[in-house]
């Protein structure tokens, strides 16, 4: 079943604000430059209206903004500003609580003290297909989903299934005797299950060079990815979640050529 939030995304630019103020959250949506630094271009910002008998929840059709087919949309929502100690009636850009991924190259823009440059929050990402927004990575790369995937009744019974966690965070110590520290990516992932694969972060590793597929050896057919979540904190694969639908580092289209790699499908 598809949760109600993902059907009205597939249409709808949805926030969830319960807090009353003065003013409606407004979407603040515009395409990326690849100036020096990266800009935001054809910048439009539309009020959100209420969704009928839903308290708290606030829309924008896509259809009302105005997108144009095939073109990729970064954008924020923009709200009253109620951290303590903030002035009064200040509105803030914040990310998308549900954005499927976002963009660091491009931040909010800076506000005045008492605000400082961890304020400024990173810009959602979203594709129109000219008819649905959907999930894509920053430069328009989207997943394709296969018609031959078994529906999740259809798949194996669970114990059938041999289960591998993996934390994509490690340490190690280093020739100079301090702690080194890596951050992982789906690509690193997929070293570990298809034999062509080579890592990206981890190369030096024996069990992701290129011929290997250390997860296959050991006869693991589910992986149980520790939080992937982005995270505002320390940028790594941790439990520092600050957007909880947003991949970290990551490549929509890595993620499920990583899904068919480890189902075999």
Not at 136 to 150: F, L, V
Request: hydrophobic residues 40%; contains cysteine.
């Amino acid at each position: 079943m598809v949760s109600d939030l993902l059907k009205r995304k597939s249409t709808h630019f949805i926030l969830w604000a319960p807090k009353p103020s003065a003013q409606p959250p407004r979407l603040i949506l515009g395409e990326l430059q690849l100036t020096n630094p990266v800009s935001l271009v054809s910048e439009q910002s539309f009020d959100m209206t209420p969704v009928a008998g839903t308290s708290g929840l606030w829309e924008v059709a896509a259809s009302a903004a105005a997108l144009q087919g095939g073109k990729v949309y970064h954008y924020w929502f923009e709200v009253a500003d109620t951290k303590l100690g903030r002035p009064p009636f200040q509105r803030i850009r914040v990310t998308d609580p549900a954005a499927f991924i976002v963009d660091w190259r491009i931040r909010a823009p800076a506000l005045p003290a008492p605000n400082t440059d961890v304020d400024r929050q990173p810009a959602a990402v979203i594709k129109f297909d000219g008819t649905r927004l959907v999930p894509c990575d920053p430069g328009g790369e989207t997943a394709t989903r296969i018609s031959s995937e078994p529906a999740l009744d259809h798949l194996s019974p669970n114990n059938q299934i041999v289960i591998y966690e993996l934390p994509t965070a490690w340490t190690r110590i280093s020739s100079a005797g301090g702690v080194e520290r890596g951050v992982g990516s789906f690509q690193d992932v997929l070293a570990l299950i298809e034999p062509s694969a080579e890592g990206s972060n981890f190369t030096d590793l024996e069990v992701t060079r290129v011929g290997r597929s250390y997860l296959g050896e050991l006869g693991v057919n589910t992986l149980e990815l520790l939080p992937p979540q982005d995270s505002a904190i320390v940028r790594e694969w941790g439990y520092a979640t600050s957007t909880f639908f947003a991949p970290d580092l990551t490549s929509a289209s890595q993620l499920e050529t990583l899904r068919l790699r480890l189902t075999g499908t």
